[in-house]
Nanobody
């Protein structure tokens, strides 16, 4: 079975950091791009970052550029999302998905064409 499991969320103060993990199984990890996205209460889903295993490229939404860093460990079939200088507006459920490529445009990371979807982890940033 295909699984994408996000973990590492929690309660953080403004200015703090977190590292989220997306552990994948059930498909050929290196054949897919992994996208991190988030959804805050009452808001639309927002792609924040994508890692392309085909060429090792990383992409970020303009809204998080400079604070978020994505990295992959193929030996562990895991993609990480490091979030620094956290803000209350980062509060959301963070999830990951797998697609054949990163879909990027207009300063955004597009998520709708993902092939596999995982369950999320809640991140709460207190002010």
């Amino acid at each position: 079975d295909v699984q994408l499991q996000a973990s590492g969320g929690g309660l953080v103060r403004t200015g703090g950091s977190l590292r989220l993990s997306c552990a994948a199984s059930g498909f050929t990890f290196d054949n897919y791009a992994i996208t991190w996205f988030r959804q805050a209460p009452g808001k639309e889903r927002e792609g924040v970052s994508c890692f392309s295993h085909s060429d090792g490229s990383s992409y970020y939404a303009d809204s998080v550029k400079g604070r978020f860093t994505i990295a992959s460990d193929s030996a562990k079939n895991t993609v990480y999302l490091q979030i620094n200088n956290m803000k209350p507006e980062d509060t959301a459920v963070y999830s990951c998905s797998a697609s054949t490529r990163c879909w990027v445009g207009w300063g955004k990371i597009l998520v709708d064409d993902s092939d596999y979807w995982g369950q999320g982890t809640l991140v709460t940033v207190s002010s």
